[in-house]
């Protein structure tokens, strides 16, 4: 995949457009003149920038399913571009659309033609869609797949999304897709898959490839080389809590979400802001947790913008909850804005920039920050609690022993819950312990953030894991 120089006819130029914070991948593809655009995400500048870049005229879009883990650009791109937009038929939108069912084949250009293969599982009416090179019009060469949700990196989409009710039937037809993709297309055709890069609409994790075919994934798929029974009794095994906020990501993309408008949000002075915290509502600091543990206002909530910060936003925010942001500058506030309204959260009570002083004139508040050494030494000395804040099965593999594990997405509902006492709160990395952080110092618990790396440094310093396995 490159983007220079312009192509020949049998060899499409394909563009990944990567969003890291939601773990998720749109693709642009042209010839050197026309463009279509595969689930591309709300923020449409993105697309519109690398089409005039490229100088390609953007003519189809194309939905590989109606998503859950962010609200779509599809609508908007095609309006704003006069494309044709390509959703599934059997799909229940609220908009004008282009259907498209199994087996249909839509002529982009003519050396680019898209061919839609149905592959349930990740919903019922997921498609994919198989680019092929036109070079030779009696045997077309398939040169990729865009599978979506239906065939990730080491992985598959999860089946659960659509609620339980209908897990069972979604988790076989997820292995019958993945095996007819398999079948159907040659080794040598680019998997290119929506999620798999640290969404949570993959169950488990996915691999750290960046690239793969479907050579690649017939030899270390799982899907692809276990037998139905035993994929499907892993798959459900690994199935954890995904974020809250997916809820409310099919409504929307079947309505048919606008263009956003991300025009800066009203600032937010010293007096606003206190009014916002003293009413309970969220003010989110952007800063990185270094910033914030050394001081912040009191009763604001750190979410990084340097982590997978809608998300946690998404996750832990009652839906509506007015959300006021402190960022560095305003450019830092306008990519928070931006990361939150493909997710749907489209306004913004307020935002200040600069730091701390700037934002109140009460005592700012802080707490410190610690690595695992610190820790084992600290608890030769005084009883402290240990508050593992990372997921269910990353708990269950190896834990600090006599930890209380609280899971990130469920610490708001369970502060009465963390035992009293002085409170170290640990995750895999820092970027979670200092969200878990904010909030119990926001209760007016006294709390350290360990900022410091589970897998390579809890052990060592001569803290005592065990497993619950």
Not at 65 to 72: K, R
Not at 97 to 114: A, H, I, M, N, W
Not at 344 to 366: M, N, Q, R, V, Y
Request: proline share 6%; charged share 20%; net charge negative.
């Amino acid at each position: 995949m490159t983007n220079s120089p312009a192509p020949a006819a049998s060899e499409p130029v394909i563009i990944p457009i990567d969003t890291p914070s939601l773990g998720d991948r749109s693709y642009l593809v042209h010839d050197g003149d026309v463009a279509f655009v595969v689930d591309p995400q709300r923020d449409i500048d993105r697309v519109l920038a690398i089409a005039d870049e490229e100088d390609v005229r953007i003519t189809h879009v194309f939905e590989t399913h109606i998503h859950n883990d962010y609200v779509t650009g599809g609508l908007a791109l095609a309006q704003h571009t006069g494309a044709s937009y390509h959703v599934n038929a059997a799909d229940d939108v609220g908009f004008e659309r282009t259907p498209v069912r199994d087996g249909d084949v839509v002529e982009v250009s003519p050396t680019l033609r898209v061919r839609a293969i149905a592959t349930p599982g990740h919903t019922f009416t997921h498609l994919s869609y198989a680019l092929e090179s036109t070079e030779s019009a009696d045997d077309p060469e398939v040169v990729a797949v865009f599978t979506g949700g239906a065939l990730l990196y080491g992985t598959t989409g999860r089946p659960d999304l659509l609620g339980q009710e209908h897990t069972h039937d979604l988790v076989h037809h997820q292995y019958g897709s993945a095996r007819h993709l398999a079948a159907e297309l040659p080794d040598q055709a680019a998997v290119l898959p929506t999620h798999g890069f640290g969404s949570f609409c993959s169950p488990g994790s996915s691999c750290s490839a960046t690239s793969s075919t479907i050579g690649d994934q017939k030899r270390s798929n799982p899907v692809l080389t276990r037998a139905e029974e035993d994929w499907v009794q892993q798959t459900l095994a690994d199935l954890e809590a995904y974020p809250a906020y997916y809820v409310h990501m099919a409504p929307a993309n079947s309505a048919g979400p606008a263009e956003p408008d991300l025009s800066a949000p009203r600032t937010a002075d010293r007096d606003a802001i206190a009014a916002s915290v003293g009413a309970g509502e969220w003010v989110v600091d952007l800063r990185t947790r270094t910033a914030f543990a050394a001081g912040h206002v009191t009763g604001t909530l750190n979410i990084g913008l340097d982590g997978q910060f809608a998300t946690y936003v998404g996750w832990l925010i009652p839906w509506g909850t007015p959300l006021t942001l402190l960022g560095d500058s305003a450019e830092q506030v306008a990519d928070a804005q931006r990361e939150l309204v493909r997710i749907g959260i489209d306004h913004l009570e307020g935002a200040a920039t600069g730091s701390p002083p700037d934002w109140t004139a009460t005592p700012l508040g802080s707490f410190e920050r610690a690595a695992f050494a610190d820790l084992a030494q600290v608890r030769h000395h005084r009883h402290v609690v240990v508050l593992d804040v990372r997921r269910e099965s990353e708990h269950t593999d190896a834990h600090i022993e006599g930890a209380v594990n609280i899971p990130i997405h469920q610490i708001l509902t369970s502060v009465d819950e963390v035992p009293a006492g002085e409170v170290w709160v640990h995750c895999a990395g820092g970027y979670r312990a200092s969200i878990a952080a904010s909030v119990l110092a926001a209760h007016g618990r006294h709390v350290v953030a360990i900022d410091d790396d589970f897998a390579q440094h809890a052990g060592s310093a001569g803290l005592p894991l065990t497993s619950a396995a």
